[in-house]
């Protein structure tokens, strides 16, 4: 935390004059402005100045001027700063007002510009099911003496900010200069391809809009946690793009380390999902992953368990079938055909989930897998006996 802000704060030890000349040009020292400024009894009035000659009378608390009409992006010797950050920011900003304060204890005059770090874009927490961002803003002196600004300074009265995005706003009290920097974490749950963040400010109450990108993320998921292992179970997995609204298709190839996936290779457009089917095998943990080095993706990790459950179910159902049949021939139940049973109920069901055959004379259109299916198959085959393959 210390590292970064230590970079955005650095450059104003260099000097007052080379940063006054960044923060706030000749051209705007020149200009005369209508100045808010507010008094000891928090009345709001207003009055015209020169910005470079502006002074707070007695009684005044503070005073803003506007000085554009939409956010600055500094120039590079302001952006460079970062390159070390983390966080990777997309620029260094300014909102186009200067403010006029003074220092707490003193009654000193002091002007600061209000900067802000983009840190942008907003990345996808997998683990949260969010895009998350920040905003880093540090209010700067502009008028102080050299060497002097990189003094942290409290300001006899805070400077309110509100920052706006979606149904959140946050509120910031600036009550120092210089430092420490605030942070504003930004948060959305399902933004297209850039969140519009509005900095308010007393001046501005409409607010400076500044739009953060969003990194697209590929989204890799499963209802369910476990699969039938051996061959016997299917599961429907689904990958989709996250953050975006359209895009270029892009070809997403995955990844398991036990089993087989069908298709292996998938290509997104936009938020449209496509579903890969993943076929169990053995037994274990099985991990997935998608291999795209342009995008950040989740892994699944996934059990394959010993089919117990589909073994008893086929099982019985060919026992209680054979039964059936048996008790319907009006014949003598005996421990030989309810074995074969047994057995012709596991064929049966082992022949349709693990190799596509059906052997109980019947077509059928779904290859999905549960209990009354397992059950019902070796219940049929129990009670008619195995038939010709039919698909």
Sequence with gaps: MLVPVLLLVIPL????????????????????????VLNKTNDTSERKSKVGTFQLKAGEQKAVAVTGEDITKLDHSFSSLMKEDSVSPTGVFMLPELYYSKVEGTGKQISYRIVFVDQAPLKYDFSRGLFEGNIRFLPVEVNGNEGSQQIPKPLSTPEEIIISYGSSSIPLSISMINWPPLDVSITSPDPRDSVDVKILTVSNPAGYLKKLPVEPAIILSSARKTIQGLGVQSLP?????????????????????????????VTLSGETSQEVTLRSESIGNISLRTTNHNYR?????????????????????????????????????????????????????????????????????????????????GLLAGYFGLKAAVK
């Excluded at 030890?13 to 808010?36: D, H, M, R, S």
Aim: proline share 4%; aromatic share 8%; glycine share 12%.
């Design 237 to 265: 997995l689904h990958v989709s793009l996250k953050g975006v609204s359209a895009c270029r298709p892009l070809m997403v190839t995955l990844e398991t380390s036990l089993g087989s996936l069908d298709p292996a290779t």
């Design 297 to 377: 993706s989740n892994s699944l990790s996934l059990k394959a368990v010993f089919p117990w459950l589909f073994l008893v179910l086929a099982i019985a159902g060919g026992v209680i079938g054979t039964t059936g049949q048996t008790l319907y021939k009006k014949e003598k139940i005996t421990l030989r055909p309810l074995a074969y049973g047994g057995i012709i109920g596991l064929i049966a069901a082992v022949a349709y989930w693990g190799l596509g055959i059906v052997l109980i004379g019947f077509s059928l259109e779904t290859r999905g897998l549960n209990e009354i299916m397992v059950f019902g198959f």
């Design 13 to 36: 030890a260099v000097g007052a004059q080379p940063l006054k000349k960044k923060l706030v040009p000749e051209k705007i020292n020149q200009q005369v402005t209508t100045f808010q």
